[in-house]
């Protein structure tokens, strides 16, 4: 029987050209293509900065971080997501709380994180399952009213859009990872994107041990000092990866046409089946289409389906 793969990355002639290019290169890290990539995404989403790192999980961590929250504190987010989401809270000595989600977009349920929030919460993470965006406006609107962080975890979620603007424009921090199975690769590798330069400056300094000038400004100063101002972790990425990842960017609307096209394939001949459930698309969002999950009505075990 032939077996579909979970994820298949397309890596044609174009993007190994500009990896090897820089691999011929004298600087094959932490060099011009990382700022080139983070540019490019910040081109493709709209938005102002970006933090290139080495994965998605990386990235989350580092949002994380970044907000500073008191030990203890309590972040809610959802429960169907990859570890990687609650991981994340977990790492900063935070602790996750989980509100549960809605049957049809399998995203978190606003009603229920609502109930979630008590004195101890600080930030939600919320992700945007599969691909489409979460009821976003109703979620900003619980941050406002309670004072608290909002961090995307969009790692399925690139080039989606919520009411005709990109995903990576309405919380404080938005996740993305490029993990061969997501939409485009750089191997392994993530960012965070933001419109606060307070943060921005702070994601720089935590992917770079926590030390608080680049290499390139020391240098161009003849400055051989710096501080290392908090607990950072070596979590940059590569040049080449970079290169591949500005190459893949290029791609990224053919590659989600190419997910539609399937998305339509897969409904039309699944309709047929009628224990099954299909995902759907609200009018309110483009859809990214990560992965297409159904439902199996209850006269079918699951384990025996699969
Ligand atoms: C893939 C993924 C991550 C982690 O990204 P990596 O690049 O694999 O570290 C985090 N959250 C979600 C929802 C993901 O799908």
């Known amino acids: ?147 608290l962080f909002l961090i995307e975890d969009a790692c399925h979620a690139l080039g989606s859009k919520y009411y005709g603007k990109n995903v990576g424009n309405f919380a404080d921090m938005t996740i993305f990872s490029f993990h061969p199975v997501k939409h485009i690769t750089t191997g392994e590798g993530g960012a965070v994107i933001t419109n606060n330069s307070e943060f921005d400056r702070e994601l720089k300094i935590l992917r770079n041990h926590g030390i608080d000038k680049d290499l390139h400004k020391r240098q161009a100063k003849m400055d051989y000092a710096y501080d290392i101002r908090r607990l950072g972790r070596n979590y940059r990425i590569t040049d080449f990866q970079s290169a591949l990842g500005i190459s893949q960017l290029k791609k990224l609307d053919g590659f989600l046409n190419k997910r539609l096209k399937l998305v339509e394939l897969y409904s039309k001949r699944l309709s047929e089946v009628d224990f099954l459930e299909l995902p759907t698309a609200k009018s309110s969002v483009k859809h990214a289409w990560h992965i297409y999950t159904i439902l199996l009505d209850k006269q079918i075990d699951r384990d025996e389906f699969f």
């Open 1 to 147: 029987m032939d077996q579909i793969p979970y994820g298949m990355q397309c890596i044609t002639d174009d993007d190994i050209k500009e990896v090897v290019t820089v691999l011929k290169s004298n600087w094959i890290t932490t060099g011009p293509k990382v700022e080139e990539f983070e540019k490019s995404l910040c081109k493709y989403i709209g938005c102002n900065f970006a933090t290139a790192v080495n994965s998605g999980t990386s990235a989350l961590d580092i949002a994380v971080q970044t907000l500073n929250l008191e030990k203890g504190s309590e972040v809610i987010t959802t429960p169907f997501t990859f570890a990687a989401t609650a991981n994340s809270i977990i790492y900063n000595n935070l602790t996750p709380v989980f509100a549960d989600i809605e049957k049809e977009t399998r995203n978190i349920n606003p009603n229920e994180l609502m109930e979630k929030i008590t004195e101890k919460t600080k930030a939600i993470i919320y992700v945007d399952y599969a691909g489409q965006p979460c009821d976003i406006n109703e979620i900003k609107k619980i941050a406002n009213e309670n004072g």
